[in-house]
């Protein structure tokens, strides 16, 4: 059975450029949830979707966007990128909501000059 | 203060040696995930709790809920079970939960 696939693994943009995120799921998870992984703030929820409905949304700007398909697979978008915004992108899928087992991708490294 | 505290944040053991990691949360949780993560970024997770206790070969994880206390504990440790350990909680219920986590314990073993 394949994992959590994110596209692209790595990529460089510039200040006040856009990027797009893809998370696939494993086959058969409905729940798709991101994450940022910074040095300085560590892991830190970015927002969870499940059967193509946002469930819940953490503390980043309206500049973070993301969506859900209904083959499950997800996208999140940052525009107007800013230095800070340099991290490891995370996404993970689950079974059900809330309570169910975490299977996570390799990550998406982004790097903003 | 955060919501989710890890103690030790680094460890360093010896191959054979009993290890615990321990993780104390301020607010109701409804699970609490233990989760390991390799240099070059992956996460695998290890467990999830919403009580009691977990084993998976030389892994368990513990759970009091009225302490909000978490103990990841690794029997017989090995250089690859070197990594951090993350300790992350989900607070809340339904729409209006979401996972915080602790900020990791890298482990180091040795030879």
């Known amino acids: 059975k394949a994992g959590v696939t994110q596209t692209p693994r790595y990529l460089i943009k510039t200040r006040g450029q856009q990027v797009t995120l893809s998370c696939s799921p494993i086959?058969?998870?409905?729940?798709v949830s991101w994450y940022q992984q910074t040095p300085g703030q560590g892991l830190q929820f970015l927002f969870e979707?499940?059967?193509?409905?946002?469930?819940n949304k953490g503390n980043f700007p309206g500049r973070f966007s993301g969506r859900q398909f209904s083959n499950s697979r997800s996208e999140m978008n940052v525009s107007t990128l800013e230095l800070g915004d340099s991290a490891l992108y995370l996404c993970?899928?689950?079974?059900?909501?809330?309570?169910?087992?975490?299977?996570f991708g390799e990550g998406s490294r982004l790097t903003v000059l | 203060k955060n919501e989710v505290e890890q103690s030790p944040q680094n460890l360093t053991a010896q191959e054979g040696e009993f290890i615990t990691i321990n993780c104390s949360y301020s607010?109701?949780?409804?699970?609490l995930h233990w989760l390991q993560q390799h240099p070059g970024g992956g996460i695998v997770s290890l467990f999830m709790?919403?009580?009691g206790k977990k084993k998976h070969g030389r892994l368990i994880a513990t759970i009091n809920i009225q302490e909000k206390h978490s103990s990841l504990h690794i029997t017989a440790s090995h250089p690859r079970d070197s990594a951090v350990y993350i300790c992350?909680?989900?607070?809340?219920?339904?729409?209006?939960?979401?996972?915080?986590f602790g900020t990791g314990t890298r482990l180091q073993v040795t030879l």
């Open positions: 979707y499940f059967s193509e409905t946002q469930r």
């Open positions: 607010v109701g949780i409804s699970a």
């Open positions: 992350a909680v989900r607070v809340g219920t339904g729409t209006a939960s979401k996972l915080t």
């Open positions: 993970a899928s689950s079974f059900g909501t809330y309570t169910g087992e975490l299977f």
């Open positions: 086959s058969g998870h409905r729940s």
């Open positions: 709790l919403s009580s």
